[in-house]
């Protein structure tokens, strides 16, 4: 059974840094692409990164530059470190599996960029 299990959110101040992690079990983790996305109060769920069994990354030109994806296999976690972090980053941000014939989900983490 795939589980996904994201942490690392939190409140933090416009302009602070925080680092999420989506711990990954059930699933040969080092042969999977996995992905993040964030949903916002009343908006639609929109994609932020993803980073390939291989490692290459790719990120929302929205957020290039202030959000960087990376995985650690030993550990079948993928992380999403956000610098320069802005209220409108607000959102409950979660970790994406997709594979040919399933997509899975974690619960989701919060984050909240406010003073």
């Known amino acids: 059974q795939v589980q996904l299990v994201e942490s690392g959110g939190g409140l933090v101040q416009p302009g602070g840094s925080l680092r999420l992690s989506c711990a990954a079990s059930?699933?040969?983790?080092?042969?999977?692409?996995m992905g993040w996305y964030r949903q916002a109060p009343g908006k639609q769920r929109e994609w932020v990164g993803t980073i390939t069994s291989g490692a290459s990354t790719n990120v929302a030109d929205s957020l290039k530059g202030r959000f960087t994806v990376s995985r650690d296999n030993a550990k079948n976690t993928v992380y999403l470190q956000m610098n320069s972090l802005k209220p409108e980053d607000t959102a409950v941000y979660f970790c994406n599996l997709a594979t040919s014939t399933n997509a899975y989900w974690g619960r989701g983490t919060q984050v909240t960029v406010s003073s």
């Open positions: 059930g699933i040969i983790f080092r042969l999977h692409a």
